[in-house]
């Protein structure tokens, strides 16, 4: 009976293992496994290896970036709200905070909300609105010096080559045009990738005022929107900086 029995079972298994390879054959066109579907069994497991082991090196990666996301969360800095007044000059913009310190840019994390209040180098009476240490820096300054500074630091570049005219031809053209009625003398402000702008008059008496929040990481560029000779194109300066 024992051997009966055993003999059944393996009839039994000897079944099954037929059915398993009628059921792979299925396939073949002579429902034998050939080498192709061999091949095509093991591509597939060696996919799935792939697979796991890809699987195995993301879990490896997550923990550091984890980590680092944490740090920069600790690390983030609270936006702040900032005046800062700006002078348009030919060809270039100064930045100062209310304390009449010049800044060389401004520079302020994500979401700060921030106000330039904006004058023209001209429009004395507008000037005269500002802070008292702002206008008095403003006043000490020599903005026929600071051009030609600017080129020196290739800020803007030299005019008789660029242009066909010196900067100081250039300087004294703009600037006898003061007492004239003339396009030369203004300037416009814009914020590139903020989308705030204003009109500097020479002859305001008011300054200008653009506020804004800052959404967006990055450099943005001042830059003058108003024809204002020679050196117009190359009045647009790097002077805000958005840190995440
Ligand atoms: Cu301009």
Not at 221 to 230: H, K, M, N
Request: proline share 4%.
């Amino acid at each position: 009976m024992m051997r009966r029995r055993s003999l059944m079972r393996q009839a039994t298994v000897l079944s099954a293992l037929l059915l398993l390879v009628a059921a792979c054959g299925v396939e073949g066109d002579d429902g034998v496994t050939d080498a192709t579907d061999e091949q095509d069994v093991d591509a597939s497991a060696g996919e799935q290896d792939a697979g796991a082991a890809s699987e195995d090196s993301a879990e490896e990666v997550v923990e550091p970036e984890e980590e680092a996301a944490e740090d920069e969360t600790v690390e983030a800095p609270e936006p702040v709200q900032v005046t800062v007044y700006v002078v348009g000059y030919h060809w270039g913009w100064a930045l100062f905070d209310e304390d009449g310190s010049e800044l060389e840019v401004l520079e302020g994390p994500v979401g700060s909300e921030v106000e330039l209040i904006a004058v023209n180098d001209h429009a004395t009476h507008a000037i005269e609105q500002l802070p008292e240490p702002v206008a008095a820096s403003i006043a000490s300054l020599d903005w026929h010096e600071r051009a030609h500074h600017d080129v020196e630091m290739g800020h803007i570049p030299d005019l008789e080559e660029a242009e066909g005219v010196s900067l100081g031809e250039a300087l004294t053209i703009a600037h006898d045009g003061h007492d004239h009625i003339g396009p030369a003398q203004d300037h416009a402000l814009m914020v590139a990738g903020i989308g705030v702008e204003a009109f500097l008059d020479s002859h305001g008496d008011e300054p200008a005022r653009l506020a804004f929040t800052v959404g967006e990481e990055g450099a943005y560029d001042f830059r003058c929107t108003e024809e204002c000779g020679p050196g117009h194109d190359h009045q647009r300066r790097e002077m805000l900086v958005v840190t995440g």
